[in-house]
């Protein structure tokens, strides 16, 4: 049976000259209990979060729209001004290719400004891909955001919502074993065939079973109970390095 | 265990009602209120008579120990102890400060609107500390970014942009006590919502918002 480790007085004095040894490979893991900084997650659903990073790449992504009102002098904002003046308006029924913030922003239950038409792969076609094999579509070149995007589509009214969410779940579902799968069991080796095909959400994922996966093996060496810098500190302490050497 | 003294443990209000706990009872339950805080997607009530009661017991054992023979095996046993509890204390007071900083907003708008009699969720000195946080925060947002914006661009909503807790995440739970008529609410168009019967010593796994009264009174406990 396994005795649980604790910091006792006598076995404190022993680890340092054990892992002393490991050398340089020995400095770069992050504790395992806590970390010093915690950035703000995506949103779920409908929702964003304002104050996420992962959220405001997202919403950069581009969404096909129609205008329906004349948008006068905006060309040169929305895209349209090659070939066309500064003051040069939006006729009435173009097709615009807009970022979903701005589309979410313009966007009105009465369509006033703007009708959204859905990307290609949320349309029929993908969606029967989709629910023949998830596993074998390759995420990351339709949109590195496919989940969170799909997600946000559901502001829109389309006839189209539930289908759409359907879609997202059961592919999502699909997927989800063989992501599990592959972060448990790959470790100490080269990922990157692995994430390759995976959207955002999937990395997130897949990097949390990593960290899961090596800070267990690290409890397990027993470098769990050594102190290690911080990654904030760390980083401070490589920009005042190079400040000193320019 | 069995040296320490029988604690005491005085009802919030400071009623002459007095709880005594065993100091293996007081771990038990130090232990239950970290679990419970270490999985609730929001942050529970306070547990303070817990906490002082523990720190209180920790001092005992260590002038015990002072006073020990040296080199004798029970001190470094007795030691160990100690910074075990010690070590379930401070992650559990962590925890507890991670979810201050993560919902600060919602949470002193709670604090705001609380009834007199109904306990705090937050000890004095968290409450202090969220303030400062929350203090902080509007400086550093107002510094870094909005005084150089349009003047009519320049508030922030922190309650709006900091996301909220997610009390329909899932957690699993084991049954303390028998609960009857818990009611579930659908989660897909096809369902309807329906009533379960929770039996003593099962295990769950349920939405957090349903059970969430539950893991207040101490009827349930996260796993």
């Known amino acids: 049976m396994r005795v649980v480790r604790s910091p006792g007085p006598a076995a404190a004095s022993a680890w340092p000259r054990l892992s002393g040894s490991r050398g340089v490979g020995a400095r770069r893991r992050p504790p395992a209990m806590s970390e010093a900084y915690f950035p703000v997650g995506p949103g779920l659903g409908p929702e ?4 996420s990073l992962e959220d405001i790449l997202m919403s950069q992504e581009k969404l096909p729209g129609r205008v329906e009102a004349a948008l006068p002098r905006l060309a040169a904002v929305l895209g349209k001004g090659a070939g066309a003046g500064q003051s040069d308006g939006i006729p009435e029924g173009s097709k615009v290719e807009i970022p979903l913030w701005l589309a979410k922003g ?3 239950n009465k369509r006033r400004i703007l009708s959204v038409e859905l990307p290609k792969i949320y349309k029929e076609g993908w969606r029967t891909v989709f629910s023949a094999d998830a596993n074998v579509v390759d995420l990351h070149k339709m949109g590195p955001f496919y989940y969170g995007f799909g997600s946000q589509l559901q502001n829109f009214d389309n006839p189209e919502n539930p289908e759409i969410a359907q879609t997202i779940l059961q592919t999502f579902i699909g997927r989800f074993r063989r992501i599990m799968d592959s972060s448990q069991n790959a470790y100490n080796e080269d990922t990157s065939a692995l994430v390759a095909r995976l959207d955002e959400l999937e990395r997130a994922l897949f990097r949390a079973g990593q960290k899961g996966l090596n800070d267990f093996q690290c409890w397990e060496k027993g470098q769990a109970s050594q102190i290690t810098a911080s990654s904030l500190v760390q980083n401070y302490r490589k920009r005042k390095f190079t400040d000193m050497d320019g | 265990m069995a040296e320490g003294p029988e604690l005491r443990e005085r009802d919030s209000d400071g009623s002459s ?5 065993t100091p293996a009872q007081l771990i038990r339950s130090l232990e239950q209120a970290w679990l419970n805080e270490k999985f609730a997607p929001e942050l529970l009530e306070s547990k303070s008579e817990i906490v002082e009661c523990v720190m209180e017991q920790l001092d005992h054992m260590e002038s015990n120990l002072k006073r020990a023979k040296h080199g004798d095996l029970k001190v470094s046993i007795h030691r160990m102890e100690i910074e075990r509890i010690r070590y379930v204390l401070s992650s559990y007071l ?17 604090e705001k609107s609380r009834v007199e009699g109904e306990p705090s969720i937050l000890s004095p000195e968290e409450f202090a500390f969220a303030k400062e946080y929350m203090a902080n925060t509007e400086t550093y947002l ?3 970014a909005l005084k150089h914006m349009p003047p009519n661009l320049q508030k922030v909503d922190l309650l ?6 997610n009390l329909d995440s899932f957690v699993f739970l084991r049954v303390q006590e028998r609960q009857e008529n818990i009611l579930v609410e659908p989660e897909t168009d096809e369902q309807r919502e329906y009533v379960i019967d929770l039996e003593e010593g099962s295990q769950h796994l349920i939405r957090y918002k349903t059970i969430a009264p539950l893991v207040a009174s101490g009827a349930v406990q996260l796993i």
């Open chain 1, 48 to 51: 964003e979060n304002f104050l």
């Open chain 1, 106 to 108: 313009l966007y009105d």
């Open chain 2, 17 to 21: 009602e007095e709880l005594v706990l």
């Open chain 2, 94 to 110: 962590r925890c507890r400060l991670v979810k201050i900083e993560k919902f600060f907003p919602h949470i002193l708008e709670k």
């Open chain 2, 142 to 144: 107002k510094n870094v």
């Open chain 2, 160 to 165: 709006r942009l900091v996301p909220k807790p």
